[in-house]
Structure formats: C-alpha cells, structure tokens
C-alpha cells in the first residue's frame, strides 16, 4: 500500500469516482470526480491534532462499527493518502462555519472548508476493473439472529475484534459483557450456497477464513472451544488442506449441518443452537457464548454502472464477465478492459493479486505497442441508398455510429475504432444501405443459395454467432454429442448481423426451416446487440403468419458456448419440426415470398 | 407494475402466462420444453 | 491468366482419423475439386502440422491462389494459424475461409459416414461459395496513448496497478474511499500462511 503512495509513476485519486468513459482500446477519454476531502492530503501529516478537538462522534465503518471516530478522520492508521478527511456530512455544518475547530487546531492549515468536487481528465490505453465486491449482510437471514442477538456477529466483526489494531485492542472478548469466552461457533455458507436466499454460488474463501480464525483463537486462546457448523469444507488450494487439517488437529470440531436456529438465553446471553448432525444423524443442541457467520461476497452495488460505462457483460450471478473461461480469463468484452480481482468472481487474496498481475501483463501488450491494428470488420455504408434515418446510430450499443440527422440529411458516419464489429447496424437499416466488411451481405447470400440449391427440404438453416451458439456447436461435437445431419450453419460475429432479409432469403429458397441462434442475453459479446435479434424475430414472426406462413418455421434459441447438449437437442427436435413441412407448404412460401420481394 | 402477458412457444406449443414489459426485452423461455422460441400471443 | 480470376485451394483435412474416421475426405476431394473457382484441391493428413502449412503456402505460389478453403476444424481453433500461413507467402488473411467439418460433422455423425461424407461436401460447397466473394481487407492502426487507469485500490487494483507502473508505465489509480487497501485492510491474518494483511 505504502509502495503505491510512494510510486512515482502512479497517480493515485483516492475519494474519486470514474464518472464518464469514451473512445476505445488504446484511446480512452476518462472524467473522474475527486470529491472534497476537506483537508489538503498534500500537507497533511496525519498528526492527528485535529481529531481531539472534533466535538462528533460517529460509528467507525473500518471497525465494522464496532468503535467510533469523529467526523474529522482517517480511515485506519496506514492508510493512503496518509490524510485526514472530514465527512461533511457529519461535520456540524461550514457554511456558516458552525464549530471550525480542526481548522483552528490546525498548525499546517490543511483544513479547506472552502474545498469543492474537481472533475479530473485522463487519457489512456487501457484500463483494468478491480473494483472488489460487497460482503454479505446476513439481516434477511433472521433464523441465526444477527439481528437480534449482540453474540452473533459476522466474520468481518470477529476479524476487528481480534485484531490487535481493532476496537479491543486485541483483547478479543464477546460484546455483550466484554468477557472472555469458552464456546464459541462459526456457521458457514452464509448467503452462499442458497437457492432461495442468499447467493446461489460458493463464495470461495469462507470455509478457510474460517479455517484461519479457528487456528488464530486455538494459538492465542487455547481454553476456547470451537464448533464449526458446515455443508461441505472446501480446502482446495495450495496449502489449504494442511491448515484444515492442523486446525482438526488442534482440536476444532466439525459438525455437518446447518443450524436451523439460534435462540439466546436471556440472563446468561448465551446462544443455543439447534442444529442437524448429518454425520451422526441426530439432533443436536450447542450452547455457544458467541456465534459468528460466516458471510460469503457479493458483487458491488455498483456493478452496474461500471457495467455500463465501460460496455461491460456480467454474469447472472452479478459479477463481471471473462472473454472466454479459459483462453482469455482477464479480458472482456470490451477491448483493451481487463478484470482482476473479486471483480470477475469471489476469490481469495492470492488469486486476487494473480489475476491482478495477469491483467497488468495483458494491458502491457497493448502499451508496450506504438500502434494496435482493429478487426477489418467494421460496416460499409452506401451513401447513394442511405436516407439519413438515423437507425443505425440509434441501434449501435457502442455508439460507433455518429453525426446523422433526419432532419437536416447529415448521413451516419462510422468511428471505426469504436465500432466492435457485431453488425446490427447493418440488419436493422431498413433500406439496406449498410453491409459489413469480411461478412458482407453478398457472401451470406451465396452462403445460402449453395446449402439450398440442391435438396433446400433436407436442410436446416442455422444463423450461429462467433462467441456463443456456434461455439457450442463445436462444443457438441467435442463431446461427441449426436445430432441429424440437417444443419447448415452460417457464422457470423453476432446474431445481431441476422437481418431480416437473409432470413426471407432462405425461406425463398425453399428451407423448411430457419434457426436464429446467439448468446444468452447476459453474454452477449456486443453488450445487447441480441435484444434487437430478438425483436427483428419477434418482428418476422408477426410477418410471416400475416403471409399465412407458420411462424413456427422460424425458430430463436440462445445457446451459449458450454451448451453444447441443448445445441444438439436443438438440432435433433428442428429435424423433427422439419419432417413435418410439407412440399406444398414450401412451394407456398417460395412464392409468396418471391412476389414480395 | 410489471404487466402479464400471454406467450406461446413456437417449439412444443405450450402457452403460458409470464411478465411483460415492452420496453425492456427479456430472455424467455417455454417452462414445459424450454425453448427459446417464445412468442407473445396476440389478442385477435 | 486474368487479374480477377478466382482461383480457390482447397485443403481437406483428415486430422488423423478424427475427420477421416467418418467422412470420406477422398470423395470431399474430389466434388471440390469440380466446384466453380477451385483450382486445386488438396487432401492432407493435418493440415495445420507443419508439412501441411508447408503445402498450403507452396501450391499458393505455384498454382497462383488468390483464396484458400481450409476444410478441418472450427475457425474458432485454427483460423488465426491458417491466416497466418497464407500471408506468410503475401495473401491476405483475409482470404481464407475454414469449412468446419469436424466439431460440426465428422464428430457429430460418427455412425453415418454417408451422412456425413454428404454434409460435408455440402460445408465445403458453402464454404467455396463465400470465399468466392472474400475481399482483402486492410486492418486500421489506432495509436496507444502509453497509460492506464486502474479502477478499484484493493489488493487486486494495487497489483495491477504496481506491476504496470514498475513495468514503466503511467498509472491512475482511482478509489471510491478515501483510503486504498480494499476489504484486505480490514482483515487480521491471512490464509493460508497466516501473515498480516497490511
């Protein structure tokens, strides 16, 4: 931490906020605000006169609230900036200057009341999110108590407690009458693991926090009795089973079993848990002095934003999305963004710095270049076609597509750099003014007149993008997956690139049946280019039955590059929705569609 | 509130009810064969 | 011979008998060989090992290709090798176009060698259809402005970020608190070797 401060090649903007990003790999424009600290963090010296003065106290957030502080403050001793701050907020108010007393206290004068947001411009090549994750607050979770009893408490809170820097000074001792204790317990899985409440997924470091805080009360307070309550113990690291195993060695014991409910005993606060044994098949009751719960992480609430800023995917589980699980496990979507950290998933602290090393390396190979050349697959617009609708920019998701007005007839114009190649651009113009480089419309015609210019009723017409469905094509066939032989499949960077006039095409042709496939809404590789496949679908679909055309022959499936089984259960159950057109239906549809177009 | 809508699926022909809102698209798909090819029912 | 002449390779690849095994890569030889714009069609044992490569570029030269078809695996696995290969001896990378016929038919048709000899002459005529109409393209350079932001000052951002500034870079390292150190600050020891966090 203290290296950061001292680097003279970092920057560091502690109390700031990314607030705007544009551009692209290579070239980004970043506006970040850099809230008012209130004390000059230049010259301040952390001496810490200022804070015997300040009359408010306030709970302290680095001490899980289990200390207070004042409203002049620093957010633990080494912090950096080594800097005072005042939260304003609580501050007894600077306009008028209400109590000014820090400021008076002051010998330096670093206390600026007059001190206001700045707005910060950068300008970089690459950027990495480690924005970490939120720790679970186990309120909703009422059958351990959190709430209601002083005793339970979360890991977090018995990590302050024992520290020898936290509210006790290492005295660890429980909360309500600030003795020693004999018993204590830890619940594990909490807020993780759970279907209904909670968090689904394993949070990956609880089970060996525990492990650690087992071991770090056997070493200073051998007469304690620990009971850990579990599910399944996962020590799967490097070193991980040896300190479980110590930590059973030392005399901890494990119950398998999640309490089902914790009561406290109103004169002696103690706790009693109830608890099903699994191992032992019984019933079983603890009386424990203290309980602490084991919280799983959680992504941060404002994932979201950042989600959105910087064109971001995110998993259903709220955290943010590898390029690929394993060739590409620190990018994302966006070129030139890199994920290190609890940001990308729940981790512990030496996969955290891997990760974060792995991401540095992959940015260098963008710094280390003068120059990086961007993908030939960027849209080509016929200005001769174009009537300046403007729904071309309004599609983009990577607003590549600039300038054009309706009114005044200003035609779009492409910032190739920013344009990511997913080609919906090119499908939703509605005079076909717009083609994309290397998956050009004429190539995807003549894809289509060869697989359906012989035998058309024997074939499956399958649209597949790059990332997703045709990945878990290949997926399919590397698990040896069995399907009919139907399936013709054009590739494109993105189901987005499916027009409606390839789709027309091919029923022209003569197919009995068309697929649109590409990745689950939360993966798609070009942030939502996939809303608009769907809804040209759901489009066609309407189209179609007002051409007395069974709307059932144009299918939609997501299938993402894992899903190599419902690839093949797609495949299989469309060959046998294509047995069932008949020659007539397609004769019909040929020139229907013929006299349309 | 979120509204209802009526869906049919184009794969198996189930139809069910589901939440609707038009503006903000939604992954679907049918509960009895789990297709993605959902289509909103029109009222005719 | 004419300047726009088409003139297509097609390489069949057997890959072992991951492809061979149930495809009849001789007769898929063969029909593409009689496909309009071919030129040349090859079969070969691997068409990525080096031989294979060595072949690719030596009929580019002297049958004068101007596309190549690479019927064998997904592009997913080998598109960059086989766009390499060909703008090793001067041809655009993009004027290959992969014909996948393992992952999406030897391997998914293992018991029907009919099926799948005739599906796969059907990808290799689609993929001869497309690259017929392939163009080369030429990538755009952007320039790099030689800096990076780091969101987030927990461990992980203050890696990234002391790995990129000792590597010589420049960094900005924006935190939401008013101290660095993340959720690692607040912990006492740490697993699995028990030291401090801070």
Redesign the interface.
Known sequence: MMDVGRHPRIKLLAYSEVEEVSGYVGNFKVKVRKKARYVDEEECTACGDCVEVCPVIRPDEYQMGLSSRRAIYIPFPQGVPSSYIINIEECLGVQPIACGKCAEKCDKGCIDFDMKDQIVELEVGTIIVAVGMEVYDPTPLDEYGYTRFENVITTLEFERLIDSGGPLEGHFARPTDGKMLKRIGFIQCVGSRAERRGNPYCSNICCMNTVKDSLLLRDHYPEIDITVFYLDMRAFGKGFEDLYKRSKDAGVRYVRGLPGEVKEDPQTRNLLVTVENTTACRLEEHELDMLVLSVGLEPREDSKTIQQLLSLSRTTDGFFLESHPKLKPVDTSTRGVFLAGCAEGPKDIKESVTQASAAAARAQIILNQDKIPIEAITPIIDYDLCNFCGRCARVCPYGAIVDVDPKRKVPPRVIEAACAGCGTCSAECPVGAITQRHFGDEQIFAQLEAMLGERPEEKIVVFACHWCSYAGGDMAGVSRLQYPPSARVIRTMCSGRTGERFILRAFTLGAPIVLVSGCHFADCHYINANRWTQRRVERLWDRLERASIRPERLQLEWISAAEGQKFARTMRELEEMRKKVTPEEIEYTKQVLAEKV | MAEEAKFRCLRCGHEFIAPYDKDNPQERSCPKCKSNSVRRARER | MPEDEVRIGVFVCECGLNIAGSVDCEAVRDYAERLPGVALAVRNRYTCSDPGQEEIKKAIVEHHLNRVVVASC???LHEPTFRKCISDVGLNP?LLEMA?I????S??????RE??T??AK??V??A???A????P??????????????????????????????????????????????????????????DC??
Not at chain 3, 132 to 135: I, K, S, V
């Open positions: 997904t592009p997913r993009y996948n393992r992952e999406q038919c391997w998914v048709h293992l018991h029907d099926a799948a005739a599906k059907d990808i005529k689609i001869v259809a497309r017929r109409l392939l163009e393209q030429v990538e755009m350079e952007v320039p790099v402005t030689k800096a990076a932001l780091v969101i987030g000052g927990g461990v992980a951002g203050i890696q990234a970020a002391l790995d990129l500034a000792d590597a010589g870079h420049q960094v900005y390292l924006v935190e939401k608190e008013p101290s660095i150190g993340g959720k690692m600050a607040q912990l006492n020891k740490t697993f699995p070797t028990m966090s801070i």
